[in-house]
């Protein structure tokens, strides 16, 4: 059992909960829990969502995208005060930090990899890292000044909706892949929707990387 301490916007859409964290809860950076709301008509709408904050933090922090057409869970948990009950499951999933690589993510699929980067950032060890990140608008972008700050140059934005200074105008697939990847003999993280997911994998084998250093939400 958790408890909301507060929640804030971060995007338009997105926003940032900060949670009492439960005795014995651990998880590798990148792994999610199922979180549901401990109310009687809502208690068995489980939902998977990744910790953002740093794996020994004595709060959990998750950066939660609303999506109205998916089931209302979303939405539900946009209202919600702090003093609400959480539920939260063991950790699984199998996007982990493996070494240094290609993080490549759309949307609200950058949150695993927010997680390892905080992480690896605490550790000073964020060289030798990449990111590609894809969204609609630059308005859609999570934690866009963090991750500048992270990796400077090392992070390639790109907006498929929107030309703007500063931001591609384009989606993620062979070619771009191509052009900003220097080579790919090293290890890929991909996370986003499922159709994006299975493009860049598709993309990744075409341009030589190996199945077996390519780490994805299975």
């Known amino acids: 059992m958790s408890t909301i301490l507060m929640t804030e916007f971060v995007t338009h859409d997105v926003r940032r909960f900060i949670l009492t964290r439960p005795g014995g ?27 953002t904050s740093l794996r020994h933090d004595r709060v959990l922090q998750f950066l939660i995208k609303r999506y109205p057409a998916h089931g209302g ?60 990140f894809s969204n609609k608008t630059a308005a859609d972008i999570i ?7 992270y990796l400077g140059k090392r992070c390639v934005f790109t907006c498929t909706r929107q030309r703007a200074p500063g931001y591609e105008n384009r989606r993620i697939d062979r070619d771009f892949l191509r052009e900003n990847v220097r080579h790919f003999d090293q290890r890929f993280y991909v996370c986003g929707p499922e159709g994006f997911v299975e493009a860049v994998k598709a993309a990744l084998g075409d341009l030589g990387a190996r199945s077996d250093a390519v780490v994805f939400e299975e």
């Open 25 to 51: 809860l651990d998880y590798a950076p990148g792994q999610g829990v199922e979180i549901s709301i401990n109310l009687p008509e809502w208690k068995d709408e489980g939902r998977p969502f990744t910790p």
């Open 73 to 132: 869970v979303t939405a539900k948990l946009h209202t919600l005060e702090p003093g609400t009950e959480i539920l939260i499951s063991e950790a699984f999933g199998t996007i982990k930090y493996k070494g240094p690589g290609v993080f490549i993510a759309a949307g609200a699929g950058v949150t695993p990899f927010l997680a390892i980067l905080r992480q690896l950032a605490a550790e000073g060890r964020l060289d030798d890292h990449l990111l590609l």
């Open 143 to 149: 934690c866009e000044l963090e991750l500048r700050h």
